[in-house]
């Protein structure tokens, strides 16, 4: 796929994203803004009014108002009735009009910086812009809070867009020269191929059980062998050991049939011979009989002490799998699990897609890399933790760089990068140390997400950096909050969804739990709370804060908190960390923190 191609039809994912928006019944519209007359595309919202005239014998007016989000200048109606009149308003850029619903709880908001540049994600189509006289000037300052929510992404939505952003990125890759790698090399890795089986498995008829192979009804005489394998016997020889005269001696008939062996001799009625688990079955076996459901009389007869069921405790062939089954499709993971399913297909190697290859750069002088937090500096908890989480996820990281507050450094890490995906730390946000906007800016990257809807790391986001010379593939940066817990909602968003894009690895099955407590929500985002599962329940962790791992160091994922929070026992989107075993860890557990207050920032 050439880069226009690549770039068409992630600009087509991204129109349908926005179209989404505008659907009705898909959240789209904010509680107190669907609660308005009418709401239409706008630089923020803005407020109209009008007058009405009666019509009927009464005089009487009427006012209206209405509201506009969006990215450009906008116009709305709205409507109110005083007796028989009505009046229609044309809203223009302004305050935001009076929600219609319960205010939530003030939360702190993350600072963030307006960009110039272009961005992909804009969620309206601009219109002609329309002056009121009621209405407040079309240039009139927003609040910051409403600046950044405005532009920011939706939760769901960023994550699509960072999904579609990896595949389109593949799909426009050019494939390297197909290679099998060496089933060892292979674990983590994603498959680029079926896994077909090689042969039947099991291949012939197997033993399930140490035991007998009987035929035809019992009792049965044993060709070989006893019940054990070993006998006590007395040594009357006079030059023989005090030692051994008595011991266990080796019984000198053969074993039977062994694990690994050829062809057995078949049975015939009323015989029996001793088989191991996984030896191959006799030709006309009836069935095997297990070691403790039989014993052997002194004639060497065999007698079952239950009733035997032909077929009982055999294996037979092809029984899990025929060849040229498919036993896994491509995008499957390589686990262990599969690993020795390969192996036992017949597998020597596989063909799996490369991995994402992941830079990462911690920015921030205030970081330290040993020892205890000193004089206003912090240790770094993003560089350790990033690499090994980044692995879990499919990538290969190929460097960890420690950049400081250096915008020039900055700038040269990025322009000279060659990793599929580049993750910064930090930075993400409008202080005056924060470099990673205006160096996209100056670098003429896309923006795919600036900034989503979710609390902690309400300003991650994700660009596409431009090409190198000589080197078609797509580039991109996840730019994850400096805050640690931010940080791995910015993973969870933005990073995994991309690099499953990368890898060819499908998109996770979602899943959810009950929630046992009330949970506190953001008045307008999305949040993601650290849970431990309990029973049936998913139970919210203490230190939740942006800047705390307390919780996500002993979570077993993050609840899916939607805006203004959830009730007892409500069904909440989970999602899973790449190490957990849910029930497994033991944390502390509450909805709120320890002081009653809940921060979302």
Request: hydrophobic share 35%.
């Amino acid at each position: 796929m050439s880069g226009s191609a690549a770039d068409a039809e992630l600009d087509e994912a991204l129109a349908l994203v926005n179209e989404d928006r505008n659907r009705a019944g898909k959240g789209a519209v904010r509680p107190e803004r669907a609660a308005a007359a009418s709401a239409g595309a706008g630089n923020a919202a803005g407020t109209g009014s009008g007058t009405g005239t009666n019509t009927g014998s009464g005089a009487s007016t009427g006012t209206g108002s209405g509201a506009g989000t969006g990215c450009g200048a906008g116009t709305g109606d709205g409507t109110v009735r005083d007796g028989d009149g009505t009046g229609t308003g044309l809203a223009t850029p302004g305050a935001t009009a009076p929600p219609q619903t319960p205010a939530a709880p003030a939360a702190h908001t993350e600072p963030h910086h307006e960009p110039t540049y272009k961005t992909s994600h804009e969620p309206h189509h601009k219109t002609s812009h329309k002056t009121n006289p009621a209405s407040p000037p079309p240039h009139s300052p927003e609040s910051p809070e409403h600046t950044a929510r405005s532009r920011s992404t939706r939760w769901t939505e960023a994550r699509a867009i960072a999904r579609r952003a990896g595949v389109v990125a593949a799909r426009a890759a050019v494939p390297p020269e197909a290679k099998a790698t060496p089933l060892p090399s292979t674990l983590g890795r994603t498959l680029a191929t079926p896994l077909t089986a090689l042969t039947d498995l099991p291949s012939f008829d197997t033993s399930a059980m140490d035991g007998w192979a009987v035929a035809g009804p019992g009792p049965w005489t044993l060709l070989s062998g006893t019940d054990s394998r070993t006998t006590n016997r007395t040594d009357t020889r006079t030059d023989a050991h005090p030692d051994t005269r008595t011991a266990n001696r080796t019984d000198p008939r053969p074993p039977g049939i062994l694990a690994g062996q050829d062809t057995p001799d078949p049975l015939g009625d009323g015989e029996a011979v001793p088989i191991a688990t996984g030896a191959r079955i006799p030709r006309d076996t009836t069935a095997v009989i297990r070691s403790e459901h039989g014993h052997v009389d002194d004639k060497n007869h065999l007698h079952a002490r239950r009733e035997v069921v032909p077929g009982q405790d055999i294996r037979p062939r092809g029984q899990e799998c025929r060849a040229g089954d498919q036993l896994l499709p491509p995008g499957s993971q390589v686990t262990p699990a599969v690993l020795g399913l390969a192996a036992a297909a017949g597998y020597d190697a596989l063909y799996v897609t490369a991995r994402p290859r992941v830079e990462v750069l911690v920015l921030g002088d205030e970081l330290l890399t040993s020892g205890l937090p000193q004089e206003g500096r912090i240790r770094d908890a993003l560089g350790p933790m990033l690499p090994p989480w980044l692995r879990a996820l499919g990538a290969e990281v190929t460097a960890v760089r420690r950049l400081g507050d250096d915008a020039e450094a900055l700038h040269e890490a990025l322009a000279t990068a060659t990793a599929d995906v580049v993750v910064t730390t930090g930075g993400t946000a409008s202080g005056p140390v924060d470099h990673v906007h205006p160096t996209l800016r100056r670098l003429r990257a896309e923006l795919l997400v600036d900034g989503v809807a979710v609390r902690p790391g309400h300003p991650m986001l994700l660009a596409r950096l431009p090409t190198m010379a000589g080197d078609s593939r797509m580039r991109h940066l996840v730019g994850l909050p400096g805050n640690p817990l931010a940080a791995v909602s910015g993973l969870l968003t933005l990073a995994e969804p991309l690099l499953r894009g990368l890898g060819g690895r499908p998109t996770a099955e979602p899943y959810t739990a009950p929630v046992r407590d009330d949970v506190p929500g953001h008045p307008h985002d999305t949040r993601l709370v650290p849970v431990a599962l309990r029973g049936e329940y998913a139970v919210p962790l203490h230190y939740n804060g942006p800047a705390m791992l307390r919780s996500i160091a002993v979570a077993d994922g993050l609840a899916v908190i939607p805006p203004r929070g959830a009730g007892r026992q409500q069904e909440l989107e989970l999602l899973d960390l790449p190490w957990t075993e849910p029930g497994a860890m033991q944390g502390e557990v509450s909805a709120p923190g320890a002081d009653g207050e809940v921060c979302f920032t």
